[in-house]
């Protein structure tokens, strides 16, 4: 309470704290250390239903030191079969919901070397958002 912000968050980095500003932030992260295991590096792959989204997610992570993954030549074959996909952030939008193209993203993604962590945002009234999480759960159960 005292002390200058700086210097907490200077601490903090340095010795690996994450930092929450929130009651509800620190039980979505208290929640999603305890679930997922700790990505190996840090670049992030993120698939979204808006490309305003994506990009605001990336900006986020690039807050938190996060970086956008490159994606591997093979990740990027899959990408180019949809002509409405540029890259990193991938903007799903145009996909109307196919859960067979979610699916193929995001098995890609998963395999990629030079993806540590996958960030997925859904608005939701997005098209197919029951079939993505369909798709969701598969993978999971898999």
């Known amino acids: 309470m005292i002390a200058d912000d700086s210097v907490v968050d200077a601490a903090f980095k340095q ?14 992260c208290a929640k999603c250390l305890a679930t ?23 900006d986020a992570l690039g807050r938190h030191g996060l ?8 990740s990027l074959k899959v990408v ?14 145009q996909a109307g919901g196919d859960p ?15 993806v540590d962590g996958i960030v997925i945002v859904m608005v939701f009234w997005a098209e197919g958002l029951e079939r993505f999480i369909e798709v969701l759960e598969d993978m999971a159960e898999q």
Request: hydrophobic fraction near 45%; charged fraction near 20%; charge should be negative.
């Open 80 to 93: 180019r079969k949809y002509p409405y996909l540029k890259g990193n952030p991938l903007d799903l939008g």
């Open 100 to 114: 067979a193209v979610y699916s193929e993203v995001l098995e890609a993604l998963l395999a990629d070397n030079g």
């Open 36 to 58: 997922q295991p700790l990505m190996r590096g840090a670049n992030v792959a993120i698939m979204s239903t808006s490309g305003g989204l994506g990009v605001v997610a990336a």
């Open 15 to 28: 010795a690996g704290v994450l930092r929450v500003e929130t009651l509800e932030e620190l039980f979505d």
């Open 67 to 74: 970086a956008l993954g490159k994606l591997s030549e093979t």
